[in-house]
């Protein structure tokens, strides 16, 4: 069936370090990718999406490509925040798989000032 | 637009008790999910519906869970009873029809209820 892999984490930087997480997948189909954002305390956000080959998704200074080839779909960001501190989950949905959302173990990233 | 909402946001109870949660999902969502996500874990499917049918159980532990959507649109999802390995964040999401979905269907989220049994 459809899975995700991303990587483990904590992932610890110091404010303005360029960030990657890495997010690979596996899909009977050709599902939509996501990358969905939970600050603590708070309910899953979803960051940006690609719904095919090539699609660059961005928003609030983060992007991932969706990548067909190695099937891989990773976050990067330039220069992260301490706001940006939160668990970030990569996720896909495929019309095979009845268009659930499947979600990744999700990476925890720590900001430090 | 008002988002998912979900009640009650924390809910405490004893193992062997029964406890249910409430959802309505976005005005005009066909679709509705139920998932568990337990902590350090990804969400996990417990129960996807289309309008009031059951599309996708296959994850519902059966003989302790169950949900209903009797008009298509809120949603409950019960325990009955309640084991300590139950104690989990609850989310609801919603998207648009799924069934019709071209490109991407995403989910919108609710806050979650946020379950401890002891």
């Known amino acids: 069936g459809d899975s995700v892999t991303q990587m483990e984490g904590p992932v610890t930087l110091s404010e303005e370090a360029f960030l990657t997480i890495n997010c690979t997948y596996t899909a009977t189909g050709y599902p939509s990718l996501f990358w969905y954002v939970q600050y603590p305390g708070e309910g899953l956000q979803l960051l940006l999406k690609?719904?095919?080959?090539?699609d660059k998704g961005s928003n609030k200074g983060f992007e991932a490509t969706y990548r067909k080839e190695t099937t891989s779909f990773h976050l990067e960001k330039g220069s992260v925040q301490v706001s940006d501190s939160a668990v970030y989950f990569c996720?896909?949905?495929?019309?095979?798989?009845?268009?659930?959302?499947?979600f990744g173990a999700g990476t925890r990233l720590f900001v430090k000032a | 637009e008002a988002g998912v909402a979900q009640s009650p946001r924390y809910k405490i109870i004893e193992k062997r008790q029964s406890v249910a949660f409430w959802c309505n999902p976005i005005s005009g969502h066909a679709t509705l999910y139920w998932y568990q996500q337990i902590l350090g874990q990804g969400p996990k499917l417990l129960i996807q519906f289309q309008n009031n049918g059951v599309v996708d159980d296959s994850q519902l532990p059966k003989d302790r869970f169950s949900a209903e959507r009797l008009k298509g649109v809120d949603s409950t999802l019960k325990i009955q009873p309640a084991k300590l390995e139950d104690s989990a964040v609850y989310l609801c999401a919603s998207s648009t029809n799924a069934r019709q979905g071209r490109g991407s269907t995403e989910a919108f989220f609710g806050q979650g209820t946020r379950l401890t049994v002891v």
């Open positions: 690609a719904t095919k080959a090539d």
């Open positions: 996720a896909l949905s495929d019309r095979a798989g009845g268009f659930k959302t499947i």
